[in-house]
Structures are given as structure tokens and as C-alpha cells.
T-cell receptor, first 114, second 111 residues
Framework: DAMVIQNPRYQVTQFGKPVTLSCSQTLNHNVMYWYQQKSSQAPKLLFHYYDKDFNNEADTPDNFQSRRPNTSFCFLDIRSPGLGDAAMYLC?????????????FGPGTRLLVL | RKEVEQDPGPFNVPEGATVAFNCTYSNSASQSFFWYRQDCRKEPKLLMSVYSSGNEDGRFTAQLNRASQYISLLIRDSKLSDSATYLCVVIVGGSARQLTFGSGTQLTVLP
């Protein structure tokens, strides 16, 4: 059974055209994360929500925004995608933010910017 | 210096071989350690947590050396299905949001 679902799996957008990526979870976890992973690189945390509490990483560009309308859903909005934003975007969830918490990842959305 | 460093490989080994990966971390305050596995174009999946006393799960053994700040993963009797990228993951402090990934070690098990 899918636990962390991401749609779409592949997204093509044009340079500068806003795009929204979607993540949903059936785990009822409190925390949802968005990561960016470029080819042959480690996933890089963009931001996370603990319930409705939004936590942005210091080096996340303003171009990236997020919304979490309810426990199950979280969206990543890229306001003006550039060529450098082409990457795999991974959503993850965890029950809490304690150091032992396991993060469960969705299958990712691969974004291509033309 | 990167916070979490891994040899990127690739490691190409024959089926049945034993292979070991090392990972070093720079922050001595790191508290939790994991190995994740990532298949090509797929999401990372937790392989195992790494405990101070070392732990084993079937063919996989993970060890932690806090004094030297490194973590290891040993895979015995490699299978073709073990081919993947293995990500070393470290949590600094007590917060899962401070989960830091290494860039991964690529393993290919050859028939």
C-alpha cells in the first residue's frame, strides 16, 4: 500500500512558468519534508512542516514555497522555475522530529525545465 | 569539508562477494546514523539504523566508530538485487530535520 504518494511522477515545465508538485500521505505523520536531489548528489532539504508550522532552510531560494492545507497533503510551489531547478523532488514524512525518527520517502517527482 | 563524506564508487563486485563501504562525518555532535538504499530513479529507502554496538540484519552489518567518526556497511554474499546507491545519513543534534545525506556510494553486483 502506498504510504507517501507524489504526483505527478514526471513534470515538464517551461522556464519561468510556475509549477506545483503534490505530496500526500496515508501515515498520519506530523512532519512532512521536501527535498531536492540533483543527479549524483545527496538529497537537500528545502523545508519541512511540523503540523502547520513551516520551517524553511536558510539556503532555500525564495523561488520555492510550500503549502500544507491539512495533515495529509503538502505542496511544493516553484514560482519561476529556472534551468537549474531541474531535479528530483522528494517528499518525506516522519511521525516526529526526534533524532531516531525514520523518514519515509515518496517516489519523487522528476522535474524537467525547458 | 562536506558534513558527510562517502566514496562515490562505483564498486563493481561479482555475485557472492563481500563488499564494505565507509562513511565519515564531520560533526562530533551527530547523534543518529542510518544507511539508506536508493535504486536508480527511485526514492531513498531506509536499509538500517546504525547503533553504537553495531548491528546486523541478515547479510548486512553496520558499525559505528564514534572516536574516528565513521560508519561502515558490510554486505556479505552480494546478490544482483543489491545493486543500488547506498546513502550514509547522519542526524546532527536531536532533530530529524537535521538529517544530512552523504552523496552515496554506487554498487553494481555483476553476474
Amino acid at each position: 500500500d502506498a504510504m507517501v504518494i507524489q504526483n505527478p511522477r514526471y513534470q515538464v515545465t517551461q522556464f519561468g512558468k510556475p509549477v506545483t508538485l503534490s505530496c500526500s500521505q496515508t501515515l498520519n505523520h506530523n512532519v512532512m519534508y521536501w527535498y531536492q536531489q540533483k543527479s549524483s548528489q545527496a538529497p537537500k532539504l528545502l523545508f519541512h512542516y511540523y503540523d502547520k508550522d513551516f520551517n524553511n532552510e536558510a539556503d532555500t531560494p525564495d523561488n520555492f514555497q510550500s503549502r500544507r492545507p491539512n495533515t495529509s497533503f503538502c505542496f511544493l510551489d516553484i514560482r519561476s522555475p529556472g534551468l537549474g531547478d531541474a531535479a528530483m523532488y522528494l517528499c518525506a514524512t516522519s511521525r516526529g522530529t526526534g533524532g531516531k525518527e525514520t523518514q519515509y520517502f515518496g517516489p519523487g517527482t522528476r522535474l524537467l525545465v525547458l | 569539508r562536506k558534513e558527510v563524506e562517502q566514496d562515490p564508487g562505483p564498486f563493481n563486485v561479482p555475485e557472492g562477494a563481500t563488499v564494505a563501504f565507509n562513511c565519515t562525518y564531520s560533526n562530533s555532535a551527530s547523534q543518529s546514523f542510518f544507511w539508506y538504499r536508493q535504486d536508480c530513479r527511485k526514492e531513498p529507502k531506509l536499509l538500517m539504523s546504525v547503533y553504537s554496538s553495531g548491528n546486523e540484519d541478515g547479510r548486512f552489518t553496520a558499525q559505528l566508530n564514534r572516536a574516528s567518526q565513521y560508519i561502515s556497511l558490510l554486505i556479505r554474499d552480494s546478490k544482483l538485487s543489491d545493486s543500488a546507491t547506498y546513502l550514509c545519513v547522519v542526524i546532527v543534534g536531536g532533530s530529524a530535520r537535521q538529517l544530512t545525506f552523504g552523496s552515496g556510494t554506487q554498487l553494481t553486483v555483476l553476474p
